[in-house]
């Protein structure tokens, strides 16, 4: 297993949770990594990413301003610190290592992918 996420669970809207995704040296300390996420029905969809050193970020916009992505190159772990949770968050949540040193929303542009861990987010 090259990617392993994990943290997710049940929290009432306004909480909070942190995933984490430990992730081989080999598929991550050089590229850019980034969180995805799909709820039930619906297309997977970008929600941050981060660059090799952990110096650029960048969010969807329904979550900027309540999520923060980080990693740790030492650890070689992805976090997402998740605050101000809504229904709307509820979903399987994906870490993935893309091509290259830099951070993407592309998709496409993302080689080693997670198995996934499930929010759900009550009203």
């Known amino acids: 297993v090259q990617l392993q996420a994990s943290g997710g669970g049940l929290v009432q809207a306004g909480g909070s949770l942190r995933l984490s995704c430990a992730a081989s040296?080999?598929?991550?300390?050089?590229?850019?990594m980034g969180w995805f996420r799909q709820a039930p029905g619906k297309e997977r969809e970008f929600v941050a990413t981060?660059?090799?050193?952990?110096?650029?970020?960048y969010y969807a916009g329904s979550v900027k301003g309540r999520f923060t992505v980080s990693r740790d190159r030492a650890k070689n772990t992805l976090y997402l610190q998740m605050d101000s949770l809504k229904p709307e968050d509820t979903a399987v949540y994906y870490c993935?290592?893309?091509?290259?040193?830099?951070?993407?929303?592309?998709?496409?542009?993302?080689?080693?992918w997670g198995q996934g861990t499930q929010v759900t987010v009550s009203s």
């Open positions: 993935a290592t893309s091509l290259s040193s830099a951070m993407t929303s592309d998709q496409s542009r993302y080689r080693y």
């Open positions: 981060v660059d090799w050193r952990g110096s650029s970020t």
């Open positions: 040296a080999r598929t991550s300390s050089n590229n850019g």
